[in-house]
């Protein structure tokens, strides 16, 4: 019998996941089938529901619900309550879902082990204050940075979300207007989806530090605006999200099926094919 996972989202219809768990699938020798899955912004809790009471097995879970999937579980893994928000969705027997995050598991091996990022010591600002930032904070305070700002347009969701993760390390949070009155950072890291509109956050122009890398949690043509702008601002190394991306399902993979795949071919085959 082949199960069925999937990743729900709006929009969904540009996912790269199924191509990804089909690789792993492949390579590691699973019964398993996965679609996307589009769902209306007021409907994640009914189309998941009949998803897993149709015999689906988990979802992998994108903007905008993260924070509705946290609330849609009947409980969180440890890390998952920690951030507040979900990406992953496991059936469990007796149709008991737990929500999952390894938002966080996949940005950090992307940055330290594909790309060899220094995190420890280092000043680090996360652009952003919604499920996609939540999901990243704590990991990265766990790699010990000197500090961690959080800008979000709405100053105070983004100081609410640094007091919230303050005991895991020096947290601040401040509005994008604040950003020229900041010190450069080392690591940039864009979490908002302003770039699936085409859009970006108005970043002062020395945002920057030498040698900074820019990261952005999404990848493909909505990467594009920030990585433009990183470039004409002097970053030594900018990157789109299509490794986290690779490595966070990989995550979601071995909690549902037990088995860690191998994602340097798969990250390889993705790159090869996004040209």
């Not at 998941?48 to 988990?58: D, K, L, N, Q």
């Not at 940039?188 to 970006?200: F, M, R, V, Y």
């Not at 002097?234 to 088995?259: K, N, P, T, Y």
Request: hydrophobic share 45%.
């Amino acid at each position: 019998m082949t199960d069925r996972y999937a990743v729900i989202g709006n929009p969904v219809a540009h996912s790269l996941s199924p191509d990804i768990h089909a690789a792993f699938a492949a390579q590691t020798g699973q019964a398993m089938h996965y679609d996307r899955l589009p769902a209306e912004p007021d409907a994640f809790a009914a189309t998941a529901r009949a998803f897993f009471e149709a015999g689906g097995r988990g979802l992998n879970v994108t903007v905008p619900f993260k924070l509705d999937a946290a609330d849609f579980a009947d409980r969180l893994s440890d890390r998952a309550r920690a951030a507040g928000a979900v990406n992953t969705l496991i059936a469990h027997d007796q149709g008991r879902i737990e929500g999952d995050n390894t938002d966080g598991a996949g940005l950090l091996r992307d940055l330290q082990h594909n790309r060899a990022v220094t995190l420890t010591d280092r000043r680090l600002l996360v652009l952003g204050a919604g499920g996609a930032a939540q999901g990243v904070i704590g990991p990265l305070l766990a790699a010990e940075p000197a500090n961690l700002i959080i800008a979000n347009r709405t100053a105070s969701k983004a100081q609410s979300m640094a007091e919230r993760f303050a005991a895991q390390g020096p947290t601040s949070g401040i509005g994008f207007a604040d950003l020229a009155d900041s010190t450069p950072v080392d690591v940039l890291i864009n979490a908002t989806s302003a770039g699936l509109a085409g859009a970006l956050p108005d970043l002062p122009a020395n945002l920057l530090a030498p040698g900074a890398t820019a990261y952005d949690m999404v990848y493909g043509a909505a990467s594009q605006p920030f990585q433009d702008w990183a470039r004409q601002h002097g970053a030594a190394a900018v990157c789109d999200g299509l490794g986290m991306l690779v490595e966070q399902a990989a995550e979601s993979f071995h909690r549902w099926r037990g088995v860690r795949p191998n994602t340097a071919p798969v990250l390889r085959q993705l790159r090869a094919g996004n040209g």
